[in-house]
């Protein structure tokens, strides 16, 4: 399938036919690189994806101790910022 480049603005964009869209499931945000002299347009990734997937492996294999033990550390928003 053939598309323009077209003028928007000072820059240049596609216009990326609907059934394209659809097949791909790219929505209004997208991550765009170059390969091999290719744009690769892809689904922009949506933050902390598989934290949680993660966090509870870390649980079963009894990797989510803190590392300051059981001291809490105030810091200097603590400290000097908050007023109780």
Sequence with gaps: MKSRIVKIGNSQGIRIPKPLLKE???GEEVEIRVEDNRLIIVPAGRPRTGWSAAFR??????DDIL??????????????????
């Design 67 to 84: 590392l300051a033990g059981e001291t809490h550390l105030p810091t200097l928003w603590e400290g000097d910022q908050w007023e109780w």
């Design 57 to 62: 492996e870390m649980a079963r294999k009894g």
């Design 24 to 26: 791909t499931g790219l």
